[in-house]
């Protein structure tokens, strides 16, 4: 049916070119050949990436630090980095919507600090600005958490309101 | 004697109530779920709304005065008037114009020194970082602050990484809040002789190293003060007309009935679980109605009391802490000095002498339960005792913590790629014993197990796939023939012996030696020829084989007895469970039995006489069973000195045997024994007991050969003693 519609929508636009969508593959969905994994990379943390970059998983391991930077959601600092090079993510949002950072249990109180910098540092970011970035990330995240609260989520709210007031700009 | 009070609750509120009632000589009672809701604090406090606490927590709970602003780890600066002594001379006010070198530990991405460095420098403070190795770990990532602090209890490690930190050219030097978890104090000593400046630990958010040493503090000021703790569940209250009568907690295996002059409720808010939303507003222990307001007012939802601290309806309970509506912390309002204050005023008002007897209509109230699993908040607490992640990094093994593995649950594609991973918990339960909202985290790995074994059998590690198979065609867990235990087989005995796998396999002599001291009670047993019982199969969540019980309930029949004695607490707890009509009992039950009067007493006595021992509790029988005084009542029959280790009764660390972790990661096993030997061998005892066969041969495994302690069952002890065969 895409076909079709991508065929009606060019033949409306005055265009015949062939669509190439069936046939051209996007981006993580290329054919690698063997994923080389680095050494001491759990299982699990490899499946991690390929559910979120396919093939290009391997080349996301491949780039630097493997420590984990959002534990619920087992994303790590090299991913993160890989999400600002080539996935032009440029605020924590950004990095949440590629990689799942920060939409955990814990709604980014553990790692939206650890974020941030790795932001700032990809970016060269002055640290008022990360904070500011910071700041924004853990509002949004808020919005829509306090409806859920009295539904067996308010002991996690209670935890993670605690834990925030100790996040830079947030506590002062 | 003074009132009884019963306090529930461990946290800062509990406890000064516990403290101020035992001052003015109430007898007192402390009941605790779970670790206190402090252990989840930054270690420091605020006093706001709690000047009058400010005498209690300095001089009995050992917080310092240094009012002022504080750096934590994620870079954010807070307020504090109370902080534990490590962190005083990091106050910010006092650092300006002078020179901090901020240490950061390869591996532990909680500091991020360059990043603390450059805050430290827009206020003023010449600060610089630098990164230092930790010694003796093999994994350069994701350390936990619990781990690391743990690793780091070991103050010979600490020196070493301390004589790493440069020195020289500072006037300070800024460490995370990871030096030392339980040894902190001896740590900072450590810090003091090999630094060549001052230094201070960071602040950190909860979960932090620091909150858990002060709630050390609290456990610690309670036992000094002689208030007696007991770490149960309240499941229900009992009342006549207005006052509670009956306080009914229950440790797991045993129901504890406490009879109260005055309860003190400290139960905590929504983290304590003292609180829930999810019917309505309910404080949970005795369903009292809350109103709930809108918004952030919601996080304030808690008890309302009348002048004397009573909730409505309650004539002898007073209420303290977060379970009363009076702001949240959460909201930066109030906090360890408000709750720690309103605590004084509670015990006080308590330990007042009782009136007349209760009188009135007889009630009962049961508590609601605890979310469990579901409710898991990621408060990492379970971090701190996991016996896999405190030394999975020493052998270079990443692992997640329980926690970490719990978030396996969430996600199918996850959990098949985490096989691996997940066969390293060992089952041991130390986590579930100190979650704060009741999860049982080893029950939850092992039905893990058990799921990916069923949906994605070639996911699951090797030795999961075959325990089932090997199992099955063989009868025992190590697939090899196994000589039957020697001792007498008949068909009129009393008590019948079931020897299990791992005695019959690792630990012959030991099995001998039980039997000897069977045969020298002078009563009529037989051993038992069955197959494994199970046990084994608990690991993956699965059940034994209808075949296998079979086989095992025919045989014990042979024997003509209806009580069944096993050493393994895996086997009893197996046994018990699938063999009905059976009495069966763990060894050290049936020496209990027999032991006291019979003949062969004084000869154990005369030959153990002068022996100084330790006691390693086996988690199976221990946590999963609550069973600790037993061995410790046979040990004072017999005459032998016990000398505890550190980690005793309930907080006992795992010997690395259990969860099946030796068939996966023999190494990781042996290096968790290690350190429990270790421990034993601090004690100073000629022998580490137990009375596990799989604790046992684990123990005897992460002996080093120049460590000149020995390694016994305490039944095979007493029956060398029994037959004079004493090496």
């Known amino acids: 049916m895409a076909e079709k519609v991508s065929d009606l929508v060019g033949s409306k636009l005055g265009s015949d070119a062939p669509g190439t969508t069936a046939h051209e593959p996007l981006p993580g969905s290329e054919d690698e050949g063997e994923v080389s994994w680095p050494e001491g990379l759990a299982g699990w943390e490899a499946r991690a990436l390929e559910t979120r970059h396919g093939t290009r998983a391997g080349q996301v391991a491949g780039l630097g630090d493997l420590s984990r930077v959002c534990v619920c959601e087992t994303v790590s600092d090299t991913e993160l980095r890989f999400a600002v090079r080539r996935l032009f993510a440029r605020t924590l949002d950004d990095l949440r919507r590629r990689t799942r950072m920060g939409m955990g249990p814990c709604q980014g109180s553990t790692c939206a600090p650890r974020a941030s910098a790795i932001l700032a540092d990809e970016l060269g970011l002055d640290p008022a600005t990360a904070d500011r970035l910071m700041v924004e990330f853990i509002r949004n995240r808020l919005r829509g958490r306090l409806a859920v609260v009295t539904h067996g989520g308010a002991a996690q709210e209670e935890l993670i309101r605690s834990v925030q007031l100790g996040l830079a700009g947030e506590g002062e | ?727």
């Not at chain 2, 009995?60 to 008037?81: F, N, P």
């Not at chain 2, 797991?252 to 309860?263: I, S």
């Not at chain 2, 007042?352 to 409710?375: D, F, H, L, T, Y």
């Open chain 2, 1 to 727: 004697m003074g009132a009884h009070v019963v306090v529930i609750g461990a946290g800062v509120a509990g406890c000064a109530a516990a403290l101020e009632a035992r001052k003015h000589g109430a007898e007192v009672t402390l009941v605790h779920r779970s670790v206190g809701a402090t252990a989840l604090s930054t270690g420091g406090a605020l006093l706001d709304g709690g000047e009058e606490a400010r005498g209690l927590l300095v001089e009995r709970i050992g917080l310092v005065e240094a009012a002022g602003s504080y750096l934590l780890t994620t870079g954010a600066v807070q307020r504090m008037d109370l902080v534990m002594p490590s962190h005083e001379r990091g106050e910010i006010s006092g650092l300006v114009d002078r020179s901090v070198l901020v240490v950061g530990l390869d591996g532990f991405t909680g500091t991020s020194a360059p990043d603390l460095a450059r805050r430290l420098e827009r206020r003023g403070v010449r600060a610089a970082p630098a990164r230092v190795q930790v010694p003796g770990l093999r994994m350069d990532r994701d350390l936990s602050a619990f781990a690391l602090a743990r690793h780091l209890d070991d103050v010979q490690v600490a020196g070493e990484l301390a004589a790493a930190i440069p020195g020289g050219g500072h006037d300070l030097v800024a460490l995370p809040p990871v030096f030392g978890l339980e040894q902190w104090r001896e740590v900072g000593r450590i810090l003091d002789e090999t630094l060549t400046s001052p230094w201070f630990e960071l602040l950190s958010s909860p979960p932090s190293v620091p909150g858990l040493r002060l709630q050390q503090n609290l456990m610690e000021s309670l036992r000094i003060a002689g208030v007696r703790t007991l770490k149960a569940d309240v499941k229900l209250v009992r009342l006549a007309g207005e006052s509670i009568t009956l306080v009914r907690a229950w440790d797991g295996e045993v129901a504890h009935d406490l009879e109260p002059d005055e309860v003190v409720l400290a139960t905590g808010r929504f983290i304590g679980g003292g609180v829930s939303l999810d019917s309505g507003g309910r404080e949970t222990l005795l369903g009292l109605e809350l109103e709930v307001g809108s918004g952030d007012e919601i996080l304030a939802t808690g008890v309302e009391v009348d002048d004397e601290l009573r909730p409505p309806g309650f004539a002898n309970v007073r209420v303290a802490g977060a379970v009363r509506r009076s702001g949240s912390y959460a909201l930066g309002q109030g906090g360890i000095g408000r709750a720690a204050a309103q605590g004084l005023r509670a015990g006080a008002l308590a330990s007042r002498s009782p009136g007349a007897k209760p009188s009135g209509p007889v009630r009962s109230i049961e508590a609601m339960p605890r979310p469990g699993q579901e409710g898991c908040l990621g408060c990492e607490v379970c971090s701190s005792v996991c016996p896999v992640l405190d030394r999975a990094a020493a052998v270079g093994t990443w692992y997640p913590g329980p926690r970490g593995l719990g978030t396996l649950s969430r996600s199918g594609p996850l959990l098949e790629a985490g096989g691996e991973t997940l066969a390293l918990c060992t089952l041991c339960g130390a986590c579930s014993a100190m979650c704060p909202v009741g999860a049982r985290n080893h029950e939850t790995v092992a039905a893990l197990r058990g799921r990916l074994l069923a949906d994605s059998p070639d996911a699951s590690p090797e030795p999961h796939r075959l325990i089932p198979e090997v199992l099955e065609s063989s009868g025992n867990v190590y697939g090899s023939r196994l000589e039957p235990v020697e001792g007498p087989r008949r068909s009129d005995a009393d008590l019948a012996f079931f020897p299990g796998c791992a005695m019959s396999y690792f630990e012959r002599e030991s099995a001998g030696a039980f039997v000897d001291l069977l045969e020298s009670l002078g009563i009529s047993f037989s051993v038992v020829d069955g197959v494994c019982c199970g046990g084994p199969l608990d690991v993956l969540g699965l059940a034994p084989s209808a075949e296998a019980i079979r086989h095992n309930r025919g045989a014990v029949e042979a024997t003509g007895a209806r009580t069944l004695v096993a050493t393994c607490p895996r086997c009893v707890h197996r046994l018990s469970h699938d063999l009905d009509g059976i009495q069966v009992e763990h060894s050290l039950e049936t020496l209990e039995r027999l032991l006291p009067g019979s003949d062969v007493l004084d000869r154990i006595r005369e030959n153990l006489a002068g022996r100084v021992v330790t006691y390693h509790d086996p988690c199976e029988l221990g946590r999963y069973r609550g069973r600790y005084d037993g061995a410790r009542r046979i040990m004072e029959l017999v005459g032998v000195e016990l000398v505890e280790m550190e980690h005793a009764r309930e907080r006992s660390a795992c010997c690395g045997a259990g969860g099946g972790l030796r068939g996966v990661n023999p190494r990781l096993s042996r290096e968790i024994s290690r350190r429990r030997v270790a421990e034993a061998v601090e004690t100073g005892a000629g022998a580490l007991l137990t009375e596990c066969p799989s604790c046992l041969h684990n123990l005897r495994t992460g002996r080093k050969r120049r460590q000149k302690i020995e390694v016994e069952d305490l039944t095979a002890l007493l029956g060398r003693a029994a037959t004079g065969s004493l090496s």
